[in-house]
């Protein structure tokens, strides 16, 4: 059952996690996520090989035969999709990282609120939660200015 507004807020106030929370797109970033999941959260072993391979052993046979200037034009590209997936692999750990994040803050006042059956979007679970907690900070600072302009 989702909580009212005022009973969500009283809970926020006594965490004082309300300078915690910032605006983001929580839907957006967890759907980045979800991507970046299927990337490199494989159940295969082959596919699971094959990342290593291109994330760890390749790099390091393209810098070998870069010392041994044996380096060809077309391994250019093998040395990109590999600097990529670093990219992307960074990019999943940060995010990993702040959804962990989410789901301290939503525990912390008695959430999550909705549930879902497929496991693969349960993080839209708490990307739901973070957006009902900031729209009632925001309510909570917009009542307060309203007061002190008064």
Request: aromatic share 18%; hydrophobic share 40%.
């Given at each position: 059952m989702i909580p009212k507004d005022k009973v969500l807020k009283k809970k926020l106030k006594l965490l004082k996690t309300q300078k915690?929370?910032?605006?983001?797109?929580?839907?957006?970033?967890?759907?980045?996520?979800i991507e970046l999941q299927e990337i490199f959260e494989v159940e295969d072993?082959?596919?699971?090989?094959?990342?290593l391979i291109?994330?760890?052993f390749y790099p390091i046979y393209l810098i070998y035969k870069i010392i041994i200037m044996d380096f060809?034009?077309?391994?250019?590209?093998s040395f990109m999709k590999a600097h990529e997936l670093w990219i992307d692999y960074l990019r999943y750990r940060e995010l990993k990282f702040k959804i962990e994040e989410?789901?301290?803050?939503v525990q912390l006042v008695s959430g999550p609120w909705i549930s879902t059956n497929?496991?693969?979007?349960?993080d839209l679970v708490y990307a739901d939660a973070m957006t009902r907690i900031y729209n009632i900070q925001l309510l909570g600072l917009t009542k307060k200015l309203t007061k002190s302009t008064k």
């Open positions: 915690q929370i910032q605006k983001e797109f929580y839907f957006e970033l967890v759907h980045e996520y072993y082959l596919d699971k090989s094959i990342l291109d994330m760890i060809s034009p077309l391994d250019i590209l989410w789901k301290s803050i497929n496991p693969k979007y349960h």
